[in-house]
């Protein structure tokens, strides 16, 4: 009877692990498609003949390890028609005066103090609204204070967007890791990126998924104004993706382009940070949808995790049973798929060393304690920290992820 029963289950198992697999398998090939046919901000038949002048926007929290390399790359730029609105966002460190050396040195940037921020406003998008009110370009472009750029990208996404006639243009930069647990994690946590929120899926006119990176995209100012400026996703915690939704369902011609050759944005500063971070998903996520939540967790967890404990249980107890046969190949094959898309994502999306993949198990377990870890906030705490600020979860929205 005991012998039936485990049968029962290892069946049930390699059920499981087979959908597991054919998941993987789909996104393995989503992500290889979307690694081979989005296309580069630098390749294009450039028709472009205008300069119509840029307003770079730049919010800034507690930067002051970052953003002098972030304005030098920028103010170098060959572009002609610019201007940089750094806006020091109640910095608590010298972030505010580093700002006013350059711009005493460049009168290309204006430094822009914000004022109190406002109850129901996330932090970084009231910093952003503060420098849209000081910007007098045609085409705002967005970046953040930890990013690096060559000299002719702004001229590059100009000519992009013009030529290709685009209302907005965003770019996915190398992510620059410091830790070795944010490398580890990235690459799994990234492959989920691929499922959705690909350029396959944001420059397909047919579809309505739009997304942008929060570390660079130009948006023309009258449809940035028409879709509401950042006052519309205020209480957006991911507010580039939900600014790029919102584009995308309103009509207007947005695309995502590779440019990891010429920008290079910092992940996280640290692997408490991600780890933040990854709850940080999740705690305003439960609190509007808590079915969807948890939903979105047990997916997480069979997707990256189960794969491993199922291939441990197999070869440790296994015997020459067919039920112990199928599912010890069922946990090798898609053990083998994790491995797989993590080294794909680490090498061709990433630029990572494939030793980091080595890890995928251990990457994947953080993604599933991370996403445990802001669930369970959630039910404890109606406040989260971020970047030194407390919110409090009705003031979040997580819009950006519903289907």
């Known amino acids: 009877m005991a012998d039936i029963v485990i049968d029962v289950f290892n069946f049930i198992f390699t059920v499981i692990l087979t959908g597991v697999f054919l998941t993987w398998l789909s996104l393995t090939h989503t992500m290889y498609q979307s690694f081979t046919k989005t296309p580069f901000l630098d390749k294009f038949e450039n028709i472009n003949k205008s300069t119509p002048k840029v307003s770079v926007i730049l919010p800034a929290r507690n930067e ?40 005493k040195q460049d009168s290309k940037i204006i430094h822009v103090s914000a004022r109190e921020k406002p109850q129901n406003w996330i932090g970084k998008n009231w910093a952003c609204m503060e420098g849209f009110k000081k910007a007098t370009g045609d085409l705002l472009l967005f970046t953040d204070a930890d990013t690096k750029f060559e000299k002719n990208v702004i001229t590059l996404s100009v000519d992009h ?38 350029a396959l899926n944001v420059n397909n006119p ?15 100012k009258q449809v940035y104004q028409d879709i509401g400026t950042h006052e519309k996703v205020k209480q957006e915690i991911v507010e580039d993706g939900a600014l790029g939704k919102i584009t995308k369902e309103s009509g207007y011609a947005l695309r995502m382009v590779r440019g990891e050759h010429l920008i290079e ?53 296994f015997d ?7 599912l010890l ?20 999306g990433l630029n990572l060393s494939l030793i980091n993949s080595i890890f995928a198990p251990l990457g994947s377990i953080i993604v599933v304690l991370g996403f445990l870890a802001g ?23 997580q819009n950006y992820l519903k289907v």
């Open 64 to 103: 002051e390890k970052f953003i002098s390399k972030c304005l030098e790359t920028l103010s170098t730029q060959d572009y002609k028609n610019f201007e940089i609105i750094a806006i020091d966002d109640s910095s608590e460190d010298k972030t505010g005066e580093i700002i006013e050396k350059f711009a």
């Open 161 to 198: 967007l013009q030529s290709e006639k685009l209302d907005a243009l965003t770019v996915i930069p190398r992510l620059r890791c410091i830790d070795r647990i944010t490398k580890i994690t990235l690459p799994m946590l990234s492959t989920f990126l691929h499922s959705r929120y690909s």
């Open 206 to 220: 047919k579809k309505k998924i739009g997304y942008f990176f929060g570390s660079y995209f130009v948006i023309k």
């Open 265 to 317: 944005a910092l992940y996280s500063r640290s692997s408490k940070e991600m780890w933040n971070g990854l709850k940080r998903l999740m705690v305003p996520l439960y609190h509007q949808n808590s079915s969807w939540a948890v939903g979105v967790f047990f997916a997480v967890l069979f997707i990256l995790f189960m794969p491993i404990p199922f291939l441990a249980y197999s070869v440790i107890a």
């Open 320 to 326: 020459s049973s067919l039920s112990f046969t199928t």
């Open 329 to 348: 190949i069922a946990a090798i094959i898609s053990t083998i798929t994790v491995f797989l898309a993590s080294a794909m994502e680490a090498k061709m």
């Open 375 to 397: 669930i369970l906030q959630a039910n404890k705490s109606t406040a989260v920290s971020w970047r030194g600020r407390k919110y409090s979860v009705k003031e979040f929205s």
